[in-house]
């Protein structure tokens, strides 16, 4: 081929990934004054704007220029499910076809966002959805970040809350996820409280103590689901080499480091972490520390062996965590007649 034939279309923009000098240099290029910066970022981090089509105080011709340097902002929804209690989950799937879940749950004035970080998940933890379906890819800041604002234009509403619970493992993508979390605390974006971000990790010590050393107050969530090494590691065979004495000493070090109080998730499983050496475990683990236990209602997997807790069990974890002066609660599962638990819609739709 003629090298004069030979045409490279140069990579498309992505305005979620662009630093505030880099859009000053791009308006310059474009004889553009520099305010139109600060304009195209209000359309990107507070309007949500799609497109720039849709970014109606700038010029038609530099909205023009714009349309065709820049990769699409938005996710399209491609199925969405309402929950009696007001709860609404959504598929929303990016311009490659790597499709997330997310969440919005309202509550009286307040909206909880629950976001993915990756398209499946590598971790393979027994009882859950994604686990089964395996790692596709990270999602970037701006796809995570994405998932708020849709849900927050769905409702029309102030977000109060984010918790990074969907699918994925937002440690094993520690960078975009701390990004959308400075974004989504950002003043000049959606100025969510660090103390109303929270995110939930299966357990990896590295950036867990890494996480201890960020200047906000984020909040964590580990997924701890069994202190017995031995069911530990049959239901979450992807942190296996991080052994529980080593989770214990972390989180001691993450206490100390912070002030703050984790959270500790365990999802309540009939016959397999619920017996009275998993109580008696989970209680050592828990006694003379800083943390709330979260008790959670499993949610059946299709095709998983796996049943949830009897009501009274619950009771008994809750009970006993209250005797040894742990905090605990069991937490009301939301939406679980629109497939809540992570993964669960994607598996319906996309199989
Ligand atoms: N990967 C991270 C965050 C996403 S999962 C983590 O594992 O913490 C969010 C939460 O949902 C985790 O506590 C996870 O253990 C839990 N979960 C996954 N499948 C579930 C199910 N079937 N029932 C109840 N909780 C589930
Ligand atoms: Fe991944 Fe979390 Fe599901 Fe485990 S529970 S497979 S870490 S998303």
């Not at 279309?9 to 630093?19: R, Y």
Request: charged share 20%; net charge negative.
């Amino acid at each position: 081929m003629a090298e004069e034939n030979l045409h490279v279309s140069p990579t498309p923009l992505d305005l979620h990934a662009v630093t505030h000098g880099e859009l000053l240099a791009l308006m310059e290029e474009l004889g553009q004054p520099a305010f139109r910066a600060k304009q195209i970022e209000d359309w990107v981090w507070n309007k949500g704007a799609s497109s720039p089509d849709e970014m109606t105080n700038l010029p038609k011709a530099l909205r023009e220029a714009l349309s065709e340097r820049v990769a699409p902002l938005g996710a399209e929804e491609v199925a969405r499910q309402v929950s009696a209690d007001g709860s609404r989950k959504y598929l929303l799937r990016f311009g490659d076809g790597a499709a997330v879940e997310c969440v919005g749950m309202p509550s009286g004035s307040k909206l909880s966002v629950c976001v993915s970080t990756q398209a499946g998940c590598a971790m393979g933890c027994a009882f859950c959805a994604t686990g089964q379906y395996g790692l596709n890819r990270s999602l970037t800041s701006g796809e995570i970040y994405e998932q708020v604002m849709h849900v927050r234009n769905d409702f029309n509403t102030r977000v109060t809350s984010v918790v990074f619970m969907g699918q994925g493992e937002p440690f094993a993508n520690y960078d975009a996820t701390l990004k959308a979390l400075r974004k989504l605390n950002d003043p000049a974006a959606l100025n969510i409280g660090a103390r109303h971000l929270t995110v939930s990790t299966c357990g990896l010590i590295p950036q867990i103590l890494r996480f201890a050393n960020e200047p906000e107050q984020f909040t964590l969530a580990v997924s701890l689901h069994s202190t017995v090494q031995k069911t530990r590691n049959a239901l979450m065979p992807g942190v296996k080499r991080f052994s529980l004495v080593h989770l214990y000493a972390a989180l001691g070090e993450y206490v100390d480091k912070t002030g703050r109080r984790p959270t500790y998730e365990y999802a309540l499983i009939g016959g397999i972490n619920d017996t009275e050496e998993e109580i008696d475990s989970l209680c050592d683990f828990c006694r003379g520390t800083l943390c709330h236990v979260n008790l959670i209602q499993l949610n059946e997997v299709s095709g998983s062996p796996f049943k949830p807790s009897t009501p009274e069990k619950a009771q008994e974890f809750l009970k006993r965590l209250e005797r040894v002066g742990v905090e605990a609660t069991i937490r009301n599962s939301r939406g679980a007649d629109i497939d809540a638990a992570c993964g669960q819609l994607r598996q319906r739709i996309l199989k």
